[in-house]
């Protein structure tokens, strides 16, 4: 089996699962008791804040733990907006952002709220005058993913943040970071971020567990109310194994970063001088460090060439996994907003699939993948 789906999950690491072991059946405490199984959950919340501070340089307290991606997504989006909402009632985002941006946005939409949504051009990056054209003396909040899910193209985030930051201060600037931490170095307060959202089950920790770093003196308002756990951000019981699990793989991750980067990009660049050899295969977005270092995003020309027929054809035949566009969404795809932004003619809309990597891959892995598909793609294409 080769598992080339990676941005969609990950395996869970050796760390996190014996550490994940450890606080559901030994150290178990819930980590508001006032006793010493209580101290030990609540030690375990504590050293994992601390190692994700350390990695985004900034404040222990600027940490809060969520179940993932999308969630933090809420909060950051509908909170921040609700905090502001008297200042203004404009926001922009861009058109390929991860379903659970575009769906809390759209909702504020239906609400009231007036909606920029920016283009890219043919690699999947926002124009800059767009941005800055865009931005109003009402605009109140602002989110751009730093790595797109499905091509993995590059947001150019620092710059977006000093044209915002320009223009107004007090917009707030949200970045979801989803497909970007563990992958590359993060400074929210050097880049001008002021809300980051991140997942942990795409960096080998387990699925159910995320954080969102939220600046000092930056006000949202929490979205799930209860207990006033997270320092009343977001109520309920920490799921303190999963939040444990956390901490060891970002450790894991920045600890090895460079050279986890490098074996990634080789791979990368050695499976996309693979495919463009195929007739009738492409590859979206940028081909060198331009973009991220574990996506490669394919589309194949031919009647017979559908993303799930080509998908269930690696997996049964080849048995590679891979994905059909971005597997976040849900299980029954739509045409995916990121492909049309970046002008893909139509016939390919459907026909285009992803390779997603991680450091456990191999480059042994990355030649079977292409020799499965210089065998296969010419059988589908007729």
Do not use: W
Request: hydrophobic share 40%; with cysteine; net charge neutral.
């Amino acid at each position: 089996m080769i598992y080339f789906d990676n941005s969609a999950t990950t395996r869970c690491s050796d760390g996190a699962l014996k550490i994940m072991q450890e606080a559901l059946q030994v150290n178990f405490g819930n980590p508001s008791s006032l006793h010493n199984m209580g101290y030990k959950g609540k030690d375990y919340l504590k050293t994992s804040r601390e190692i994700i501070a350390g990695i985004l340089k900034c404040q222990p307290k600027e940490i809060y733990f969520t179940s993932g991606g999308t969630e933090g997504n809420n909060l950051a989006i509908k909170g921040g907006v609700e905090a502001r909402k008297r200042l203004g009632n404009h926001i922009i985002t861009t058109k390929i952002e991860h379903a659970s941006v575009l769906n809390p946005v759209k909702a504020l939409e239906k609400q009231g709220f007036d909606v920029t949504y920016l283009g890219t051009d043919e690699y999947g990056v926002i124009d800059l005058e767009e941005l800055k054209a865009a931005i109003r003396p009402d605009t109140i909040f602002v989110s751009i993913m730093m790595v797109n899910n499905e091509i993995g193209s590059l947001q150019p985030i620092e710059e977006a943040a000093k044209i915002i930051k320009a223009a107004n201060p007090e917009i707030i600037f949200h970045v979801d970071a989803i497909q970007a931490f563990g992958k590359m170095n993060i400074i929210p307060k050097k880049m001008g971020m002021d809300i980051l959202t991140v997942s942990g089950h795409k960096i080998h920790g387990p699925k159910g567990s995320g954080f969102i770093y939220i600046k000092d003196k930056v006000r949202v308002v929490p979205q799930i109310l209860g207990g006033g756990h997270e320092n009343g951000m977001r109520s309920g019981t920490e799921n303190v194994p999963a939040i444990a699990a956390l901490g060891v793989v970002s450790k894991e991750a920045y600890d090895n970063l460079e050279a986890s980067r490098k074996h990634m990009y080789e791979m990368k660049f050695r499976l996309i001088e693979g495919l463009t050899a195929i007739d009738g295969v492409t590859v979206n977005g940028h081909h060198d460090e331009n973009s991220a270092p574990q996506i490669v995003s394919v589309s194949i020309k031919g009647n017979r060439t559908r993303a799930q027929v080509m998908l269930n054809a690696l997996q049964d035949t080849y048995g590679i996994y891979v994905s059909a566009g971005s597997a976040c969404s849900s299980n029954k795809p739509a045409i995916s907003e990121t492909l049309k932004s970046i002008g893909l003619e139509k016939d390919l809309l459907e026909r285009t699939i992803r390779f997603s990597f991680c450091p456990e891959n191999t480059m042994e892995e990355i030649e079977e993948a292409i020799k499965a598909m210089t065998e296969l793609v010419p059988m589908m294409v007729l």
